[in-house]
């Protein structure tokens, strides 16, 4: 039976999270100047995708929107994050900031500010590392923007299936008796 929640979106922002730290180690080994290739995000946002649908048709968000839209953002997500690639004076994270971008207008068609508030931290984090050149500054906001995604990804995870709750030790005798006064003793209430 599938069930429609907006919770159910928490396996493809982890799958961006891992996008995040895969790239941003690739970044670090190639010594690309600001922590970005795009061509890791291209074949990363690929996969994504891949793996976002398959687990939608399986687990269902709640689709607000009128479905072209959401057709519409994919096919511009992708074609932002493959144009972008290709432009040399974005230093490679112009797929970063499609991204932030294309989160952001996923939440505001789902009504979740979660969403909009994390694909508009991501989109920062991406400009910030399209100004900044240093080596040190790329890979830090790689983590922070893997960070950001894991954080909203375990959010609705909770949001989904609920807390685990912790076992009580305790005497099933004990429970109901919490008697603190005296029964021959008038209550003064």
Same mark, same amino acid.
């Given at each position: 039976?599938?069930?429609?929640?907006?919770?159910?979106?928490w396996?493809?922002?982890?799958?961006?999270?891992?996008?995040?730290l895969?790239?941003? =180690?690739?970044?670090?080994?190639?010594?690309?100047?600001?922590?970005?290739?795009? !061509?890791?995000?291209?074949?990363?946002?690929?996969?994504? +995708?891949? $793996?976002?649908?398959? %687990? /939608?048709?399986?687990?269902?968000?709640w %689709? $607000?929107?009128?479905?072209?839209?959401?057709?519409?953002?994919?096919?511009?997500?992708?074609?932002?994050?493959?144009?972008?690639?290709?432009?040399?004076? &974005?230093?490679? =994270?112009?797929? %970063?900031?499609?991204? +932030?971008?294309?989160?952001? *207008?996923?939440?505001?068609? @789902?009504?979740l500010?979660? #969403?909009?508030?994390?694909?508009? =931290?991501?989109?920062? *984090?991406?400009?910030?590392?399209?100004?900044?050149?240093?080596? $040190? /500054?790329?890979?830090? &906001?790689? #983590?922070?923007?893997? !960070?950001? &995604?894991?954080?909203?990804?375990?959010? &609705?995870?909770? #949001?989904?299936? !609920?807390?685990?709750? @912790?076992?009580?030790?305790?005497?099933?005798?004990?429970?109901?008796?919490?008697? @603190?006064?005296? @029964?021959?003793?008038?209550?003064?209430?």
């Open positions: 039976m599938q069930t429609r929640h907006v919770g159910n979106n396996v493809p922002l982890l799958c961006l999270s891992v996008l995040f895969f790239s941003g =180690a690739i970044s670090m080994v190639t010594d690309r100047g600001n922590g970005s290739v795009p !061509g890791v995000f291209v074949f990363g946002t690929l996969v994504t +995708g891949g $793996v976002s649908a398959l %687990w /939608w048709r399986r687990n269902p968000s %689709w $607000v929107s009128a479905r072209n839209h959401y057709y519409y953002l994919a096919g511009g997500a992708l074609a932002g994050v493959i144009l972008s690639a290709m432009v040399p004076f &974005l230093n490679g =994270a112009g797929p %970063w900031f499609v991204l +932030g971008a294309a989160i952001a *207008t996923y939440g505001y068609f @789902e009504r500010r979660l #969403l909009v508030t994390v694909g508009g =931290a991501v989109a920062f *984090t991406g400009f910030l590392a399209m100004v900044i050149r240093a080596d $040190v /500054w790329g890979g830090a &906001l790689h #983590l922070i923007s893997a !960070g950001i &995604l894991a954080f909203a990804a375990n959010k &609705l995870y909770v #949001l989904r299936n !609920g807390r685990r709750r @912790e076992v009580q030790d305790s005497d099933p005798s004990f429970i109901g008796s919490f008697q @603190e006064y005296d @029964e021959d003793e008038r209550v003064g209430f």
